[in-house]
């Protein structure tokens, strides 16, 4: 039985992408589910959260691969037969370059910070994977919830009739200081951020169908 593909994409960047790429992974690592790290973005952020996390001298717990965007499916195929879940990490955009990660996945996760400008990233990501027929989640993240903007960014997001998860990621220095450790906010003890990450990575496993 092969693996389920996740891919984390929006256009803008600074949405929280690959902080919640690696959350994710390690909550998922943490359940016992073997692991896998694709990173798409030139950039490279994930792939210097992971090898931070090798130079710790600890197992890291997942494996890590990268590739060009046309080089996705061929490493998506390979990833997912040897892990119950692999993370894709995108560029912050949209283009035909997306198509390949989309296509190969069973859920596209797509972060919204809690701005304005945010949601209208996010439509185009929305009508690319609808395109391409893949399950949407959106995900809101870095907010302050009961905020007006807060409300008004939810609000523009049903809206649109697309699923959106019940948890709401906040706005916390943790998961900015973790991922310069090369860990996930799971790994810095109990806080506010742990069940908001457990939660979310039900969601995730429910709405890709690995629950």
């Known amino acids: 039985m092969s693996g389920h593909v996740i891919t984390v994409a929006q256009q803008k960047g600074g949405s929280g992408k690959t902080t919640i790429a690696l959350n994710l992974a390690v909550a998922f690592h943490r359940r016992g589910l073997t692991v896998a790290l694709l990173d798409t973005d030139p950039q490279g952020s994930l792939g210097r959260w992971f090898m931070t996390r090798v130079e710790s001298g600890e197992d890291p717990g997942m494996e890590f691969s990268t590739a060009s965007a046309w080089g996705v499916s061929y490493e998506c195929d390979k990833l997912k037969r040897q892990a119950d879940v692999v993370l894709v990490d995108t560029p912050p955009k949209v283009d035909a370059d997306l198509r390949p990660a989309l296509r190969a996945s069973d859920l596209v996760l797509v972060p919204v ?3 304005q400008v945010d ?22 993240n870095r907010a302050r919830p009961g905020t007006r903007i807060a409300i008004e960014v939810a609000q523009t997001i049903a809206d649109l009739g697309v ?30 951020w742990a069940p908001e990450i457990e939660a979310l990575a039900d969601e995730v496993l429910a709405a890709a169908g690995a629950g």
């Open 113 to 115: 910070a809690t701005s």
């Open 163 to 192: 699923a959106r998860a019940q948890t709401i990621l906040g706005n916390r220095v943790v998961y900015a200081e973790a991922l310069g450790q090369g860990k996930g906010v799971l790994e810095r003890g109990k806080g506010a």
């Open 119 to 140: 949601v209208w990233a996010t439509e185009s990501v929305l009508d690319l994977a609808g395109r391409e027929g893949r399950e949407t989640l959106v995900v809101l």
